[in-house]
């Protein structure tokens, strides 16, 4: 979880290069659950259409 001792000496999300090809995104807790719930739906369709499940 964010904030958790957990992450100790992990990098800074502005550290990590993946994060900085995600453009701009202004992200913040209710825009990330909708960005992983768009995606969760994606991946279900992909699914679907390649039946796997």
Do not use: C, H, W
């Amino acid at each position: 979880m964010i904030g958790s001792s957990q992450n100790e000496g992990l990098p800074s999300f502005d550290e990590v290069p993946a994060y900085g090809r995600l453009g701009n995104l202004e992200l913040n807790a209710s825009r990330s659950l909708d960005l992983l719930t768009k995606a969760r739906a994606r991946v279900d369709e992909v699914q679907q259409l390649l039946s796997i499940r």
